[in-house]
């Protein structure tokens, strides 16, 4: 059987990217477990054209929430050329009705236990309209089928070692969609860490970890930093704060090559971090937590996010300043998005602060759609396009960039000056994050149905956690 995965985008800034920087995992992922018998192709809307006409006999759709309303029109447009279609991921997963009256069948949660059961359904002609996925366990896990990419991405290898967090941020669907904490064997995440078919340097150079939390088995990542110290690669990942605080675990960063930690520091007011049930951070503690990355070299890339009860107009255009003061190499900025599947959502639904007439293309991450409890949503995305501006200014970005150069290793500077450039050069362009308010093409689609209940938990009961061998609970207790 032939089979087309296409991993949906919708562009996110008013211009598009200047730069392809780094690929999703989820579509190379998917043909990496397709058995062999099946011919698969993997498109990457981001960067390759749809091809409508294709000799495919099923296609296979990958989104975001904010990419429903274009994964429901190329259903839309393939089924009426006579496909079948099918869609997974975390959307998917937490409003399987909703996307089950545009496609043929959906894989909730994670699709390893089921994707090769589907596709000889499909074959045999006896799809069903929902396959439940199970927590995988991680062994055995194939290579991603990095030769499948297009040469364009900056950073193509992107690697997973495990799933799962042991927090319980309130804007994240991580604790249900990957529940427990779960590691691939060592040897196999280093396979992918030595993978090199790439034509250019820097390519072959650089792993980003696509993981939620890297670090948190401690012997494990130890185990897997020291092995890979050979290897010599520049490598990134996403991590929590207490990462800082471990200095054993720091020399085996430095000594294997890290370049660049992400941490969701999210904001700097107490209110705030209790509104996203951010309890492992603490304000006063981020200056420190990030000078210890620097003496060695590593820059700090954050996440922040604006929207949340304890926040102002006021609260969150001075974000820019704060993260500048705190020493932040790279900032990530984001607007407050209640996702189903997650404490907030449900928190939002409840109290009825949902907008039931802004679409699923608002769930990008840079838009509003619920009623911010300080300011009008109008007001906190005139707020959060002035902290982009701000933030992003060329005395902002250049100065993060003289930074580095005193302060961060060769790999990790040059990594800061890529994407600082890289926002930089939007916020001079005026590409700034589009405001969906203005996309008309998706207007027709029906609207998100909002309701405090939980269509999917994840599929997840306590015996799938049992079996794949880890609990949340011991997770959170090795650190
Ligand atoms: C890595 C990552 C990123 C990376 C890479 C993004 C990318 N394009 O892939 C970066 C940092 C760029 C990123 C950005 C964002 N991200 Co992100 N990200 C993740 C993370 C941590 C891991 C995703 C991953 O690669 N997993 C590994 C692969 C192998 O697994 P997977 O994608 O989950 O796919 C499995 C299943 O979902 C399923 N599946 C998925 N698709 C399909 C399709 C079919 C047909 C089938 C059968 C099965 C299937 O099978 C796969 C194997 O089990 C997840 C958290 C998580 N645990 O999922 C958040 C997550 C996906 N991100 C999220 C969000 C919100 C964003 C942003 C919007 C944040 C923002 N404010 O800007 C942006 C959007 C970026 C964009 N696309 O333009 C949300 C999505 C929620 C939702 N309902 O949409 C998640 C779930 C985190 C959360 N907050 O809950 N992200």
């Known amino acids: 059987m032939k089979v087309d995965v296409i991993v949906v985008y919708v562009q996110r800034y008013r211009k598009g990217h200047e730069?392809?920087?780094?690929?999703?995992?989820?579509?190379?992922?998917?043909?990496?477990?397709?058995?062999?018998?099946?011919?698969?192709?993997?498109?990457?809307?981001?960067?390759?054209?749809?091809?409508?006409?294709?000799?495919?006999?099923?296609?296979?759709?990958?989104?975001?929430?904010?990419?429903?309303p274009e994964a429901f029109r190329l259903a839309g447009l393939f089924r009426a050329r006579g496909k079948r279609v099918v869609a997974g991921g975390p959307?998917?997963?937490?409003?399987?009705?909703?996307?089950?009256?545009?496609?043929?069948?959906?894989?909730?949660?994670?699709?390893?236990?089921?994707?090769?059961?589907?596709?000889?359904?499909?074959?045999?002609?006896?799809?069903?309209?929902?396959?439940h996925g199970s927590p995988c366990d991680m062994k055995g896990l194939p290579t991603p089928r990095y030769d499948l990419l297009p040469?364009?991405?900056?950073?193509?290898?992107?690697?997973?070692?495990?799933?799962?967090?042991?927090?319980?941020?309130?804007?994240?669907?991580v604790p249900t969609l990957n529940p427990g904490f779960r590691m691939r064997p060592v040897d196999d995440v280093l396979a992918d860490v030595a993978y090199d078919r790439f034509p250019h340097w820097w390519q072959r150079k650089v792993v980003w970890f696509w993981d939620d939390n890297l670090t948190i088995n401690r012997p494990y990542i130890k185990e897997l930093l020291a092995r890979m110290i050979p290897l010599r690669r520049w490598w990134l990942t996403q991590a929590s704060l207490d990462v800082a605080k471990d200095d054993e675990?720091?020399?085996?960063?430095?000594?294997?090559?890290?370049?660049g930690i992400f941490f969701g520091?999210?904001?700097?007011?107490?209110?705030?971090?209790?509104?996203?049930?951010?309890?492992?951070?603490?304000?006063?503690?981020?200056?420190?937590?990030?000078?210890?990355?620097?003496?060695?070299?590593?820059?700090?890339?954050?996440?922040?996010?604006a929207g949340f009860d304890g926040d102002t107009p006021d609260s969150v255009e001075r974000m820019a300043d704060n993260l500048y003061a705190i020493g932040v190499d790279v900032p990530f900025l984001s607007v407050l998005t209640p996702f189903k599947g997650t404490p907030l959502y449900e928190q939002?639904?409840?109290?009825?602060?949902?907008?039931?007439?802004?679409?699923?293309?608002?769930?990008?991450?840079?838009?509003?759609?619920?009623?911010?409890?300080?300011?009008?949503?109008?007001?906190?995305?005139?707020?959060?396009?002035?902290?982009?501006?701000?933030?992003?200014?060329?005395?902002?970005?250049?100065?993060?960039?003289?930074?580095?150069?005193?302060?961060?290793?060769?790999?990790?500077?040059?990594?800061?000056?890529?994407?600082?450039?890289?926002?930089?050069l939007k916020a001079l362009r005026g590409n700034l994050p589009a405001d969906?308010?203005?996309?008309?093409?998706y207007s027709d689609f029906e609207k998100p149905r909002h309701g405090a209940a939980l269509p999917f938990s994840g599929g997840v009961n306590a015996d799938e956690l049992q079996s794949a061998g880890h609990s949340i609970r011991e997770a959170a207790t090795t650190f």
């Not at 904001?267 to 210890?292: C, D, G, M, P």
């Not at 969906?436 to 093409?441: L, P």
Request: charged letters at 20%; glycine letters at 8%.
């Open 19 to 68: 730069l392809d920087f780094v690929p999703p995992l989820t579509g190379i992922h998917l043909a990496a477990i397709t058995p062999r018998r099946h011919r698969v192709r993997v498109i990457h809307q981001q960067l390759q054209a749809i091809d409508l006409d294709t000799d495919a006999d099923l296609i296979a759709l990958s989104f975001f929430s904010g990419f429903a």
């Open 91 to 131: 959307h998917v997963t937490y409003d399987p009705e909703g996307t089950l009256r545009h496609v043929d069948s959906v894989v909730l949660g994670e699709a390893e236990s089921v994707w090769a059961e589907m596709l000889d359904d499909a074959e045999a002609g006896r799809l069903q309209s929902v396959y």
């Open 151 to 173: 040469p364009r991405f900056f950073v193509p290898r992107v690697v997973q070692a495990t799933r799962g967090c042991p927090f319980r941020c309130s804007f994240c669907t």
């Open 249 to 259: 675990l720091l020399d085996l960063m430095e000594a294997s090559g890290c370049i």
């Open 265 to 305: 520091l999210e904001t700097f007011t107490a209110e705030s971090l209790a509104h996203a049930n951010k309890r492992q951070n603490r304000v006063a503690w981020y200056s420190e937590a990030i000078a210890r990355l620097h003496r060695r070299g590593i820059a700090v890339m954050a996440g922040f996010i």
């Open 348 to 424: 939002m639904a409840g109290d009825g602060r949902m907008l039931p007439e802004r679409g699923w293309e608002f769930y990008n991450g840079y838009n509003v759609t619920f009623r911010p409890r300080a300011m009008t949503p109008d007001a906190l995305l005139t707020a959060h396009r002035r902290l982009w501006r701000r933030a992003f200014s060329l005395p902002h970005a250049l100065g993060r960039a003289w930074r580095g150069v005193r302060r961060l290793r060769a790999g990790a500077l040059l990594m800061s000056l890529c994407m600082n450039g890289f926002y930089a």
């Open 436 to 441: 969906m308010r203005g996309r008309e093409e």
